[in-house]
């Protein structure tokens, strides 16, 4: 199952007519992002136009992409459905557990011996339950999603946020959390609420040392790190046209870094071309019949200021070379002299100690190939490597075709480090330091997307800028932050002043792609006799038990904590070192809500059991109420739940024995993920009645047997000293949802149907 061909017939057979009446309905010509949402409602032809920004809708998507951390709980609530096979097409990626230490061959089999059982873990589920599995070491999720998977026109959800990187080849690709994806594997309608569209003018053409990684630099500074958020950025002009495949993907990926939904291209001739370097002719055919739409309505492109909310103009031929950062993506810098004064003026360490290429955002061939052609004339012109250099190919098929055609050979010879086709150090999997809390101020530069502190090492006082592939070799050669290549002198071992002549590269590969193993696992047809095992010791991996229904009468439940403020999901349920127990419930638990500050002494992880008037934290004070049978509450503020779409930050109170979360206002993700764990997520109809709220405080529920939509529940609050307020709460539970509640879980109602 390289790719499913017969899958894409349909989505383009469908298309001429569900587009149709889109245009129909909106009564205008639509943009190439309009098509394909409207060619993908779960109710097939559209009957009304929907309010972009507004309308939250159901969309059925094509394809599903899991990486190895994040596909570890959503494979184990995915079982809990009681599914044979996934309901579409869905593929495991192993690239997030590899961490790059001393090359690919050492660090691959010490990445297999300690996460062996996760490993382990995902190829037995991905083959019981029809999931195609790439295996450690054949790529980064994205970068094998361009070559295999992606297709003009498509939909595809992905869990992880660089999913978006499959726009590259035209499609709609959103990054989500682990319960949306098992909502689709297991055959539910997945909901987004319709974005807003950004259109962005692509003139003049990339020359020298500018990249596209260099378009989205730009648009980065343009538009900050927020400014895509809640909206769809589609690239167009003759900018776009003449930029290869890959270097759309790098555009699309690094999308995430501006908050974009998702970004995308219209089908061109590039894509073709990849389709078919790529082994996917027949994709390309079946693209070139249906091409029209494939991309926009020519009106739209001709008037964008008409069709889009935002129009930004970028005219390649002026565009120079930038490096972003540090710490954030969007704080832009021209190479050369900008820089000096910048980094003299913020104290950044002009001193470069590493360069880095890869991440799925810039380990294409084309990427490769122009790095190396920095890399060959340092070592034509006598240059010596003045900081360290790094190299994560993007696929196997990447790293096979570069090495025989020599790329990975230059690198070497300036002893390079060629770690594995995997995530690394852009996820902070890099082994750079044994202490690195405590390690020196320093800078790097890389060809990634995300620079935050201490991403790449862990170091809090690394400085990473982040730019295109070929100026990174550049920069790590020089081994200076304000290297400018395009003026700048280097004076190599026999005393001479040279200088770099502008890189080039292959957008493919001359004498094509090639492969021996590229590490993918087809699953059996017939899953059902394959065994998942799961160590009963193992602290890394746990097997789900359904979760048992609260019930209509939830009585004598406590307060656990009333939250004081700002509450994300970060707050619930911290990443960091907890990231090692996303696939074992109860051990991941144990960072239920640690990083809420409690509004009762205003410290993190310090409330009151009122079961013994002892204070402790979170996690064990929960577990001590649901030892005694006794139900919790959580209180919150304004957008509890804010960040990401994060399920463990459902799934912990419920496992913990939370029954409500009662706030004045819900992040909407995490809303309706608490609704999925089958538990209580309700706000307060009266705000100020957050502040009634005391620290030894009993919850009655007075009419939960009456749970219906639109209808408040009356909830009675009886404090120490006897008396008792009784205050209404709102909530937005459909009829499903109530019976996802009733059921105890999303999961266990599909199960129910199933076995019905
Ligand atoms: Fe991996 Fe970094 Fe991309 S973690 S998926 S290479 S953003």
Redesign the pocket.
């Known amino acids: 199952m390289a790719f499913d061909i017969d899958m894409i017939k349909k989505v383009y057979s469908q298309m001429a007519e569900r587009v149709d009446a889109a245009r129909d309905v909106v009564g205008r010509p639509l943009t190439l992002s309009e098509k394909i949402l409207y060619n993908h409602l779960w109710d097939g032809k559209a009957t009304k136009a929907f309010t972009r920004g507004k309308d939250y809708v159901d969309f059925a998507p094509d394809r599903i992409a899991c990486?190895d951390a994040t596909a570890q709980m959503a494979l184990l609530q995915f079982m809990q459905a009681g599914k044979p096979k996934v309901a579409v097409p869905t593929t495991v990626h192993c690239?997030?557990l590899i961490q790059a230490k001393e090359g690919a061959a050492k660090d691959l089999k010490h990445a297999n011996s300690v996460s062996s059982e996760v490993f382990e873990f995902l190829a037995s589920v991905s083959n019981k339950y029809g999931i195609g599995f790439w295996k450690p070491g054949a790529g980064?999720?994205?970068q094998v999603v361009l070559e295999n998977y992606a297709f003009p026109g498509g939909m595809m959800i992905g869990t992880?946020s660089?999913t978006v990187n499959a726009g590259g080849l035209g499609m709609v690709a959103i990054g989500v959390g682990g319960a949306d994806a098992v909502d689709v594997m297991a055959g539910m309608a997945w909901e987004l609420k319709f974005p807003k569209l950004i259109g962005v003018r692509l003139t003049g053409k990339l020359s020298g040392w500018t990249a596209p990684k260099d378009v989205i630099l730009k648009v980065a500074e343009i538009l900050t790190a927020k400014g895509g958020t809640g909206a769809i950025v589609e690239y167009f002009g003759p900018g776009a046209t003449a930029m290869s495949c890959t270097g759309k993907g790098t555009i699309c990926n690094m999308g995430a870094e501006i908050g974009a939904t998702t970004s995308t291209f219209g089908y061109d001739e590039s894509m073709e071309r990849y389709l078919r370097a790529t082994d996917r002719a027949d994709v390309a055919d079946e693209a070139n019949k249906v091409k029209e739409y494939l991309t926009a309505d020519a009106e739209v492109y001709a008037n964008p200021e008409q069709y889009f909310d935002q129009v930004i103009d970028i005219n390649l031929s002026e565009l120079g070379p930038l490096l972003n950062g540090p710490f954030t993506p969007d704080l832009s810098t021209t190479v050369g002299k900008e820089m000096t004064e910048k980094a003299t003026a913020n104290e950044w360490p002009l001193q470069v100690e590493w360069g880095l290429i890869g991440?799925?955002?810039n380990s294409s061939y084309e990427d490769l190939s122009r790095a190396s052609s920095i890399a060959q004339q340092a070592i034509d012109k006598g240059l010596k490597m003045k900081a360290e250099l790094g190299i994560n190919p993007g696929s196997e098929q990447v790293r096979y075709t570069a090495e025989r055609d020599g790329i990975l050979g230059i690198f070497e010879q300036l002893d390079a480090k060629i770690f594995t086709n995997a995530?690394g150090p852009?996820?902070g999997q890099w082994a750079r330091y044994s202490d690195p809390k405590n390690a020196p101020k320093n800078s790097i530069v890389h060809s990634?997307?995300?620079n935050f502190a201490k991403r790449a090492d862990g170091n809090p006082n690394t400085h990473a800028f982040v730019a295109s592939p070929e100026l990174t070799a550049a920069i790590a050669i020089s081994g200076r932050l304000d290297f400018n290549p395009m003026t700048d002198k280097l004076i190599n071992e026999e005393g001479q002043e040279v200088m770099f002549d502008e890189p080039t590269g292959w957008e493919l590969p001359p004498k094509g792609f090639a492969v021996e193993d590229a590490g993918y696992v087809e699953p059996v047809v017939d899953g059902s006799k394959v065994e998942v095992s799961v160590s009963p010791t193992s602290e890394r991996l746990q097997l789900l038990t359904p979760f048992k229904p609260l019930g209509n009468k939830i009585e004598g439940a406590k307060l656990l904590i009333k939250a004081f403020g700002k509450c994300t999901t970060d707050h619930i349920s911290m990443a960091g070192p907890w990231l090692r127990f996303r696939g074992h419930l109860d051990n991941i638990s144990n960072n239920m809500l640690i990083g809420a500050v409690n509004a009762f002494g205003m410290k993190t992880n310090f409330v009151k059991n009122q079961l013994t008037g002892e204070y402790g934290g979170v996690p064990d004070t929960a577990r001590a109420y649901k030892a005694a049978g006794v139900h919790t509450v959580v209180v919150g503020d304004h957008n509890y739940g804010e960040g990401s779409s994060r399920e463990h930050a459902a799934m912990e109170p419920r496992h913990l024995g939370v029954a409500a979360v009662i706030v004045k206002s819900f992040a909407r993700i995490h809303e309706t993920n608490l609704k999925k764990q089958g538990m209580l997520g309700l706000t307060f109809a009266n705000e100020t009645d957050y502040d009634l709220i005391q620290e030894d405080d009993t919850f009655n529920f007075v009419d939960l047997n009456e749970f219906a939509p639109d209808k408040q529940l009356t909830l009675e609050v009886v404090h120490t000293d006897g008396s008792k307020d009784v205050i209404k709460l709102n909530h937005t539970y459909n009829q499903a949802q109530i019976d996802w509640y009733n059921e105890g879980s999303a999961l266990n109602l599909i199960k129910k149907e199933n076995n019905a």
């Open positions: 990486q690239d997030h980064i999720i994205h992880d660089h991440s799925c955002t995530c852009c996820i990634f997307n995300r």
